[in-house]
């Protein structure tokens, strides 16, 4: 359906444009508004930092898996941080949850807390610019794990914890009816009040192999785990 008129990118978007991907007049672009909405169009007019985008044509398209996952993810440094949600939002998550643990890397104050959801949501973008999603997962302000676990406790959907000791792998598990919640642990693992608040709150031990994974390799892998046996994979 072609719309009238034109369109200005955001400056976010209007530097990846013309400086990261350097296109030009003429040239179509794709672009999304993050809940499920894109169009196609042709860059207009590159005046500074202005990119106007006309001709805008919607398209139907649903990139989204079939499967639901909330990623619980400790925070861990910075750059592991920023990692683990590109690559989560390029793997399909719904929702990125991150946790303060006992043995969490990284300690937020709320002003700090505040200013990484705030980075974090632009790595969530730039990662559905790159992934072409069109609906941007919700990432959600950090909180302790206690206090998140204690939330999830009613929570009927299937609810996985990765622990070196897990009871099972993920293949023997049932497929989810709803969504999956998928807790990771920091680089030093979960504290024993932790994962035993965990398993009292309804959550299923599991792991990956034979092996300790890093915090932000497990995080991958247990995501493509779940995309592959139950989601669009």
């Given at each position: 359906m ?8 955001p400056?976010?978007a209007?530097h990846?444009a ?10 179509t ?19 500074g ?5 006309t001709?805008l044509?919607a398209t139907d398209i ?14 861990s440094?910075?750059?592991?941080m920023?990692?683990v949600?590109?690559?989560?939002t ?5 929702e ?7 043995r ?7 002003e ?13 973008i730039s990662?559905?610019?790159?992934c072409?999603r069109?609906?941007?997962?919700k990432?959600?302000?950090p909180?302790d794990?206690?206090v998140w676990l ?11 914890i ?15 009816p ?6 990771i642990?920091?680089e030093g ?5 932790e ?5 009292h ?7 990956l192999g034979?092996r ?10 247990g ?11």
């Amino acid at each position: 359906m072609p719309f009238s008129g034109s369109f200005d990118l955001p400056p976010d978007a209007a530097h990846h444009a013309s400086r990261v991907l350097r296109l030009r007049v003429g040239d179509t672009v794709e672009i999304f508004d993050g809940i499920g909405n894109e169009c196609h169009g042709l860059i207009a007019d590159l005046s500074g930092k202005r990119v106007t985008v006309t001709d805008l044509t919607a398209t139907d398209i649903n990139r989204e898996s079939s499967l639901q996952v909330v990623l619980a993810q400790a925070l861990s440094g910075s750059e592991k941080m920023d990692w683990v949600i590109q690559k989560a939002t390029e793997l399909g998550v719904a929702e990125i949850q991150p946790i303060d643990t006992e043995r969490s890397m990284a300690k937020l104050s709320a002003e700090r807390a505040a200013k990484r959801l705030e980075h974090w949501q632009q790595v969530v973008i730039s990662a559905c610019e790159q992934c072409g999603r069109n609906v941007l997962p919700k990432i959600h302000a950090p909180l302790d794990i206690m206090v998140w676990l204690q939330q999830t406790r009613a929570t009927p959907d299937a609810k996985f914890i990765l622990l070196p000791e897990g009871a099972s792998s993920l293949h023997g598990q049932s497929k989810p009816p709803g969504k999956a919640t998928l807790l990771i642990g920091a680089e030093g693992g979960f504290s024993q009040a932790e994962s035993s608040t965990a398993l009292h709150c309804g959550f299923t031990s599991i792991r990956l192999g034979s092996r300790v994974l890093r915090t932000e390799t497990a995080a991958i892998a247990g995501l493509a785990a779940l995309q592959t046996l139950w989601g669009d994979f």
